[in-house]
């Protein structure tokens, strides 16, 4: 390719014409049309840098008094929207569809929306908001461009113009598709283990048939447990298998099916039905009903009331990332909640459980002094560096993985023991 083909394409892209280009390589101003960039010695990759010339002769970039000053822009720091906040307000009120969507999209002014005074004064904030950070946006990319053969400062622009993508893809699924930040309850259904009922979860990303010790205490089957397949389950996390028991009938709606359970700690769910279950019996998931099918038997899976709130509220401490108009979203679940919600119980992401090969429980490392809820000057909850211990974890590692995952044991223990 040559140089005045190089130019053309400029063209192409930015309709900057040829002549008002200015192309450096590595501060050399490539000044000959008819050479090809492999006789400049320009490799792929590298980076070249265009300074536009105006039609007076000037080059480079616009000088200072040039340049749009930010209260000349029309958008002023203290604008205030054209239309209406109560006019909004009223337009929201009587569309139920635009008020679901305020609801998922901002629950903060959705809370507002009988308050007039206070619906005004966040609508203007949030405004407001925006328009600073978005002059701050310009202003900085002023700032760095001022010395346009500074490879730090453009990637710094890179940087905020792909941040800026990545906030418009959000607000336009935000706005298309809020149904997918909404909870998504998990599916249970009613099951009974030799006379006693639970609350089963379905889940056909598990390997396995779980079920938890004291369930099976319960149901009078631990003894039944063959603990020669005792050993650990990783996955997302890891857990201790206590054993396995063979051969023990459920009852799940009007059938009575054999089934075998692995026995399992550190879960809180009581009956897991996994995928071995699941396929031997052919069952099938019907969502457009809400019903698991079982040999041409229908189960309900139970409402969202019905379910297990408890298990839900296990994963309550989940991070979140700052999302538009003052609200957080869930890092793993995807949520969207205001401030005011922090409080409340966000969804459960049950994680899939992949059952390693029987093996010997592992040795326990040496642990250090007990200490309180939280061990001292690690800001991680003692209890579950004692957890990764048992598991066979160096003391010292399994505060750094704590550390760096926000004090969560699943995610640390799949850091410590597959990378």
Do not use: W
Request: charged fraction near 20%.
């Amino acid at each position: 390719m040559t140089v005045a083909t190089l130019r053309e394409s400029v063209q192409a892209e930015s309709n900057i014409a040829p002549l008002s280009q200015h192309i450096y390589h590595n501060g050399r101003l490539l000044s000959d049309d008819a050479k090809t960039l492999e006789q400049l010695e320009i490799v792929d990759g590298e980076m070249l840098a265009v300074h536009v010339r105006d039609p007076r002769g000037n080059t480079g970039v616009p000088s200072q008094s040039q340049r749009p000053q930010p209260q000349q822009r029309p958008a002023q720091q203290g604008a205030r929207p054209q239309q209406d906040p109560e006019l909004i307000r009223l337009q929201i009120l009587g569309n139920p569809a635009m008020r679901a969507q305020v609801q998922s999209q901002n629950p903060e002014l959705a809370s507002a929306l009988e308050n007039p005074a206070r619906f005004a004064q966040i609508l203007n904030d949030n405004y407001d908001r925006e328009q600073r950070e978005r002059m701050e946006r310009q202003r900085e990319i002023e700032r760095l461009n001022d010395d346009p053969f500074n490879v730090d400062a453009q990637r710094r622009i890179e940087e905020m113009i792909r941040q800026e993508a990545v906030m418009e893809n959000l607000q336009s699924a935000m706005e298309h598709n809020p149904e997918v930040f909404g909870r998504v309850h998990l599916l249970y259904v009613n099951v009974e283990v030799n006379g006693h009922k639970v609350k089963a979860l379905v889940d056909s990303g598990a390997q396995a048939t779980i079920m938890s010790p004291k369930y099976a205490e319960a149901c009078g089957i631990s003894r039944l447990i063959d603990t020669r397949f005792a050993g650990v389950a990783r996955g997302v996390g890891t857990a201790k298998i206590v054993g396995r028991v063979h051969a023990a009938q459920i009852k799940i709606g009007n059938l009575f099916l054999p089934c075998s359970f692995t026995v399992m700690e550190g879960k809180t769910v009581e009956l897991l039905l996994g995928l071995d279950m699941l396929k031997r019996y052919q069952a099938s998931i019907d969502l457009a009903k809400g019903n698991l099918v079982i040999q041409d038997e229908e189960i309900p899976f139970l409402g969202e009331a019905d379910i297990p709130k408890e298990e839900e509220e296990q994963v309550t401490e989940e991070p979140t990332l700052p999302g538009p108009a003052g609200t957080q979203i869930g890092q793993r679940s995807g949520v969207v909640t205001s401030t005011e919600e922090q409080s409340q119980p966000s969804q459960a992401q049950q994680t899939s459980q992949v059952i390693a090969p029987s093996q010997p429980n592992p040795p326990a490392a040496a642990s250090g002094p007990t200490q309180g809820a939280d061990s001292a000057g690690t800001g991680v909850s003692e209890q579950h560096i004692e957890t990764l211990v048992s598991m066979g974890a160096d003391r010292a590692r399994a505060i750094q993985a704590l550390q760096a995952t926000a004090n969560d044991v699943d995610m640390a223990a799949g850091i410590l023991f597959f990378g």
